[in-house]
């Protein structure tokens, strides 16, 4: 598979109305719209339909990550607002899992507001209310230049996922323009959201209800979570002329065993979202690097594009995966992907894909071209002209080429 010519851009960068951005979700999670693309025909359903569209024996993936409050405020002395989101871990782990659950201090790399008010010799600090105590939570800068900033707060018995759950603020998207507010706490999470650490929410899971996920499991659909913490990266515009210039975030990602093995066995793979697919597409090519002998899980975002044309298929790579686990007793894969699915790319272990409508010229545009070819101009013609509400709490769709 060549590194493919570069996509053009003009091409996904359709026309999205201010009003058909769904700055709100719905009361009930699965009352939104879901638009079908199968086989080239389009119809609309309600996505609480949505078991009666998957034959059983279909495994479903899903991205368990959960969103944390990862916008931070100080205030300085002359009045002056701090904003500070985190972005990657530095120390001490660059895992996010361990992140967490670390006590005393930490160090982050950081996008910071008004950086330049804030000179390096002064130490930020807020006083918060956790349990009728006060805990003083300080901020200074330890690398200006690489933004990354040191978090330290009084009560050393608590964790940092303790922390920023008294004292952040829900990180919607930007293009919602608007201030989180209480319902954004449980709404901009999925209901299966377990494994802290993402700064923006796998928005295509954002529709399950546990109603759902049950009567999924009754028709037989093999339900499978996976880890993708999703970085704010997801947001990040392609400004490069040519897309494959696209400086890709990299985002951390750990799978359990069940997963592996359920991959070698399966016959008909669905991803729900994005970074779910983006993740069985990266475990395939860590497979490729494991039977060449390499063990790094660090999949580069043209990595795919260099692979020779004729290369195993999905059960010969998971299958060989799985063995390699069970003889090093390995029980979590733990690695990170930048990967990069623009059109050209060959999928190698997604048959669906359930996702909401994307923003024009994203690397999601990009990803959804991929997987459907010129069909998605017919898709997104059809939401738009549906009253389809779009982006991270719109409806949904999905993808059965």
Same mark, same amino acid.
């Given at each position: 598979m060549a590194i493919p010519s570069a996509p053009d851009l003009k091409a996904i960068n359709y026309t999205l109305p201010e009003a058909k951005i769904a700055k709100y979700p719905l009361a009930q999670r699965d009352e939104s719209k879901l638009l079908t693309f199968q086989a080239g025909k389009?119809?609309?359903?309600?996505f609480k339909e949505l078991p009666d569209l998957?034959?059983? #024996?279909? *495994?479903?993936?899903?991205?368990?990550?959960k969103v944390i409050p990862a916008r931070l405020f100080f205030q300085k002395d002359t009045g002056a607002q701090i904003e500070i989101f985190l972005l990657n871990p530095v120390s001490p782990t660059h895992i996010i899992s361990l992140m967490m659950e670390t006590t005393g201090s930490v160090v982050w790399e950081c996008m910071v507001g008004n950086y330049k008010k804030?000179?390096?010799?002064?130490?930020?600090?807020r006083s918060l209310d956790y349990n #009728?105590?006060?805990?003083?939570?300080? *901020?200074k800068i330890v690398d200006r230049d690489k933004k990354q900033i040191e978090f330290s707060w009084s009560d050393s018995t608590l964790s940092f996922a303790e922390i920023v759950e008294i004292s952040g603020k829900v990180?919607?998207?930007p293009y919602l323009n608007r201030s989180d507010e209480p319902e954004d706490k449980e709404r901009y999470q999925t209901v299966y959201s377990k494994q802290e650490g993402a700064v923006a929410a796998p928005t295509a899971g954002l529709h399950f209800t546990d109603q759902v996920l049950g009567q999924l499991q009754s028709k037989g659909v093999q339900l499978n979570y996976l880890t993708l913490h999703v970085s704010a990266g997801t947001f990040q515009p392609i400004k490069a002329s040519d897309a494959r210039e696209h400086n890709m975030h990299s985002e951390q990602v750990e799978v359990n065993i069940e997963t592996i093995r359920l991959l070698s066995q399966t016959q008909k793979v669905v991803a729900v979202g994005t970074t779910s697919m983006r993740t069985l597409e990266s475990l395939y090519w860590f497979g490729i690097r494991l039977m060449n002998g390499n063990e790094d899980f660090s999949i580069q975002k043209l990595e795919p594009y260099e692979a020779?044309?004729?290369?195993?298929?999905?059960a010969e790579v998971f299958g060989f995966m799985l063995k390699w686990m069970q003889d090093y007793d390995v029980e979590i894969l733990s690695g990170k992907t930048e990967i990069f699915i623009m059109p050209g790319y060959h999928f190698r272990v997604c048959d669906g894909l359930i996702t909401?409508?994307?923003q024009p010229g994203s690397t999601l545009m990009l990803l959804v071209w991929a997987f459907i070819g010129d069909s998605w101009k017919q898709v997104y013609e059809h939401a738009l002209n549906n009253n389809y509400r779009f982006l991270s709490y719109g409806d949904s769709s999905i993808l059965l080429p």
């Open positions: 389009i119809s609309d359903k309600q998957l034959d059983a #024996g279909t *495994a479903l993936f899903f991205n368990n990550t804030w000179k390096d010799e002064n130490v930020l600090s #009728g105590q006060t805990i003083e939570l300080n *901020a990180p919607l998207p020779a044309d004729l290369l195993p298929t999905r909401n409508f994307h």
